[in-house]
């Protein structure tokens, strides 16, 4: 079983303007008390942006510990008008909420690749992951740094501040090298281009009325901002001739029940080894629960 600690990685104030502590909790392979470096995966917990915790993803977190992953589970702030009825919410709200969880993911990752060596991480292989609204933040913090974060989201910039200096004082970069989705989806499919695009691992169901599998509103909410999910990023990768593996399950709802944790990041896990092995990945999408590890 993979050892656990919990630490902070900075603070910042929540939507009723109190400060508030921001931790996460990192999970370790039994190999780790020997020494070495291993690879990273920070992974990001649903919720809407409303609730969910660090803890959701224990188990996930584990797997990927005992695949000999350090992994990271963060927790970040909630928080946003939502209505008391289905697409009542304010959505500029939420985009706010969006985008504090963005500042939040970045100071993390800044945190845990400036502790490398502390922590026994390999900053050369970096990997992020999450559920749901996790995975639009996992998703957004490959390809939304500060400097496209000034030109695409102007307003929550302006008045929230820089994606790269929020919550800490840390000033180091960090880089990408694989994702994992499961049932999310990014703001718009051009971020994706020619220069960035990262491999990823999808898992949706083709019939999800949260996250849309392809392309639709948020929520299905035609009040709420249009999302691009995981069939769209699939064609998006496949175009720029990145490796992309997308699992769908054929009318499958938000995080379909039949996606054990073991599938999920068996897979997951499979996936990443290979890009560090530099083995090559065929891009392919699959509808049945069978493993894409070959």
């Not at 999450?130 to 913090?141: C, E, F, V, Y």
């Not at 593996?245 to 896990?269: C, D, K, R, W």
């Amino acid at each position: 079983m993979s050892d656990l600690i919990s630490v902070p990685y900075g603070s910042n104030k929540d939507t009723s303007g109190n400060t508030v502590s921001l931790t996460l909790d990192l999970y370790f392979p039994d190999s780790a008390k020997t020494g070495g470096q291993y690879p990273l995966v920070m992974m990001i917990h649903g919720g809407s942006y409303l609730n969910g915790d660090k803890a959701d993803v224990k188990s996930e977190c584990e797997i990927l510990a005992d695949s000999g992953f350090v992994v990271a589970s963060i927790n970040y702030r909630l928080g946003w008008r939502s209505g008391t009825g289905q697409c009542q919410g304010d959505e500029s709200s939420e985009l706010e909420a969006g985008y504090r969880a963005l500042q939040d993911a970045n100071a993390a990752m800044r945190y845990l690749i400036a502790n490398a060596n502390k922590y026994g991480i390999d900053p050369n292989w970096v990997f992020i992951g999450g559920m749901s609204a996790g995975s639009i933040l996992a998703m957004n913090t490959a390809y939304i740094p500060n400097s496209i974060a000034i030109s695409f989201m102007p307003g929550d910039y302006s008045l929230l501040g820089a994606i790269n200096t929020a919550d800490n004082t840390l000033t180091n970069s960090f880089k990408i090298k694989g994702i994992c989705n499961m049932w999310g989806a990014l703001p718009d499919s051009n971020l994706i281009t020619a220069t960035n695009a990262l491999p990823t691992i999808s898992f949706h169901g083709t019939s999800d009325e949260v996250v849309p599998y392809d392309i639709g509103y948020n929520e299905s909410c035609t009040n709420y901002f249009m999302l691009y999910g995981s069939a769209c990023i699939h064609r998006r990768l496949v175009f720029y001739n990145t490796p992309v593996i997308s699992n769908f399950v054929i009318g499958g709802g938000h995080g379909p029940a039949v996606y054990t944790p073991e599938f999920l990041m068996g897979n997951t896990a499979c996936f990443f080894r290979r890009l560090i092995r530099g083995t090559p990945i065929t891009s392919k999408i699959y509808t049945s629960l069978v493993s894409s590890c070959n």
